[in-house]
């Protein structure tokens, strides 16, 4: 099982690292209330200590499902497909998704996915409370003087 590697950190940030997109199939958990093993999912929000998403890589092998719908009860997911082609439902509504399809689903709808494709599905799913963005982009922070030290 691949474990989640911290990379730097203080009382401003942590910084993990997942591995690559390939990697995300070697990674592993133990589902909190059906105490199952789940292949090819990493949860962040705790190694890198997140107060407002839980973000979670996943990897669904060629020609297989998620094997499961759920909905939630406060949190909107976003999910983004990063490989892999298939279908997303939502509801009654079921469409296709590729690498580069974002789906929003509120937290009401009953949601699933399937890879058709011949390689591994890699996605990315951001959690949130729904409607709990307040501000955005460059209403909520401003620009400072700074020297990068990459340089």
Known sequence: MKKVEKIAGNQNYTAVNVGSWDD?????????RLGTEIKGKVFVKDPTGA?????????????SELG???FHYKDEETYIILQG???????????????????????AGVRSLCNTSEEEMVYICIQ????????????????????????
């Open 24 to 32: 995300i199939k070697d990674h592993s958990l133990i589902h909190a």
């Open 85 to 107: 082609a298939g279908f997303y439902q939502v509801d009654d509504d079921c469409f296709p998704i590729q690498a580069g399809s974002v789906v929003r689903v509120a937290p």
């Open 128 to 151: 949130a409370k729904e409607n709990s963005l307040e501000e955005y982009t460059t209403k909520d922070g401003e620009r400072v003087p700074f020297t990068p030290k990459w340089k």
């Open 51 to 63: 107060s407002g998403t839980e973000i979670s890589f996943t990897s669904l092998p060629p020609k």
């Open 68 to 70: 499961y719908f759920h």
